[in-house]
C-alpha cells in the first residue's frame, strides 16, 4: 500500500499504524494513534472481525471523530463480492449473500424441523424464513458449491448485540446425500451465527438451506441477512437460487461493518490492465441499524480505484510480474490521489476533498462485469478516480501576467508648406515605440503560460 501511494504522490510522508488484532478495539487505537501523528488522510484495508451486519462498532465512532478533526478516511471496500458462475441461472448476478427487509415466518420442512429442534436446547416450537415476498412459502434456498475446501456462510440479523430477543438459526441439506447441518447461535447476545459445509468435494454439490426461528415470547420479524463469501474460509459458490432482488429482498450485498459508515470513504477496485471492475470487490447497498445516533444506508462504494499495480515483490505466492490486486490495492491509489488534492488546496476538508475526488470521477473509464439493469453505484459508486480531474477542480485558478498599456499613437502633423530645403529628421517615435511594448507584453504572456503550464504538470505530478 506504502509503494502505490509514493508512486502516485512521493512528496507525500508516510506513517503506518498496525491494527493486529483485527478487531474495533484495535483499529481504534491505530486510528488515535495516526490521528496524534498529525496525518491529513487515513487509508485501512482491514476486515475487522467482530464488526456486525446491522450495528455500527466503536472503529467507525473513531472514524467519525478523526472526520471531524479534519481528517480524509479511506478504505478498502473488501474482497467479498461473488459473480454467478456460467452454466447456471444466476450467472453474471452478485450472489454474495442474499438479505430481506424482515423475517416472513413459513412452516419448515419437516426434515429441518427435526434437525433445527435436535441442535437446539430450547424445546420452543420453530418456523422457517420464505425466501419469497409474494406468500409463496418456498423455505429453502438452493446453493451450488464447487469442488474443493470447506465452505462457512454465517447468518446476521437486525437486533443490537445484548438487546437480542430472537433466536435464530440455520439448517443446510445435502439434496443428493441427504446430509443436514444445523447451528444456532454460539452466544444468545449476539444476533451472528455461523454454519460450514464439508469439504474434500469431488464435483459441485447442491446444498438447501433453512432459516429457522424459534417461536418463543419475545421472538420478532427482523431483518436477515445471509452471506455465503466469507474470502478467508473455503469455496466462493457457483449458483444462488432466487438471485434476483425484488421489492423487499437484495441479493449480492457483500459491505458492512465500519466500510459501510458515512464517514468512511470506500473503494473499489477496476483492473489496471482489462479495465474492468473486479467482480470480487465488494458491492452494496448496507444499513447500519444500531449503535449510531439514527440509522445510516449506503448504495455501495463511494468510487473506485486501479487495482493489479506493480509492486516491487511478489504478494501471495510465486507469481511474476510482482502485482498487487484487491480493494486493498485500489484504495491507497484513492488516498494517494486525495494527497495531491490536499497539496492543490490546503485549506480543503475532508467533505471538500471527498467532493472534488466524487463529483470528477468517470463512470465511463471502465466496464462493469454486472447485469446493467443493477445500479452501478452499487458496485463503483461514482466510478473511478480521475486524478488530473480532480486536482484541476481544486486548484486555485492563476491570475493573468500583467501588461502594460499600449503608448497611444502621436497625432498626424498639420500640413505646412513644401519646404524648398531638405526637412530636418526628426526623432524615431511612433510605430516603433509601440513595437518595443507589445513585444514586452507578448514576452510576458508567454511566461505566463509556460509558469501555468508547469504549474499544472508539477500539481499533476
Known sequence: ???????????????????????????????????????????????????????????????????????????????????????????????????????????????????????SPDRSPIDCLDYTDDGSGDATLGLTLPKGDATSFRLDWAEPAGEVTTSFGTVARNTVTGEIRATWAGDAQLPVTRNELPGDRAEPQEWAISVVRHRAPGAGLPAVDLFFNDTYVGEIPLALEHYISTRWNTVGSSMWGHQTALDTLAVAAVDAESLTLETYSSAGPANTLFGGEAPESIDGPGLAGLDGLPISFVVGGPVEPAKFFGTSAAAP??????????????????????????????????????PAELPARRFSGAGLVDAAAAVALVAPTPLPTPTSPPSPAPAPPAPSPTPTTAPARLPESGSDVDATVVGAGVLLLALGVAARILRSRAQRG
Open 1 to 119: 500500500m506504502a509503494q502505490l501511494i509514493h508512486g502516485i504522490a512521493p512528496g507525500a510522508q508516510l506513517l503506518f499504524a498496525s491494527s493486529g488484532p483485527d478487531t474495533n478495539a484495535s483499529m481504534v487505537k491505530a486510528i488515535t494513534e495516526l490521528r496524534a501523528a498529525g496525518v491529513d488522510i487515513i487509508v485501512d484495508d482491514i476486515g475487522v472481525e467482530d464488526d456486525l451486519r446491522y450495528q455500527r462498532g466503536s472503529a467507525a465512532d473513531a472514524i467519525s471523530d478523526a472526520v471531524d478533526a479534519g481528517i480524509l478516511y479511506v478504505s478498502a471496500a473488501g474482497n467479498s463480492g461473488a459473480i454467478g458462475a456460467p452454466g447456471h441461472p444466476s450467472a453474471g448476478y452478485p450472489i454474495a449473500s442474499w438479505e430481506t427487509s424482515f423475517y416472513r415466518p413459513v412452516p419448515c420442512p419437516d426434515d429441518v424441523a427435526a434437525a433445527a429442534l435436535a441442535a
Open 333 to 370: 491509489t484513492v488516498a494517494a490521489v486525495s494527497a495531491l488534492v490536499k497539496q492543490a488546496a490546503p485549506g480543503a476538508d475532508p467533505a471538500a476533498l471527498r467532493a472534488a475526488l466524487e463529483s470528477t470521477a468517470r463512470a465511463d473509464a471502465f466496464h462493469s462485469p454486472w
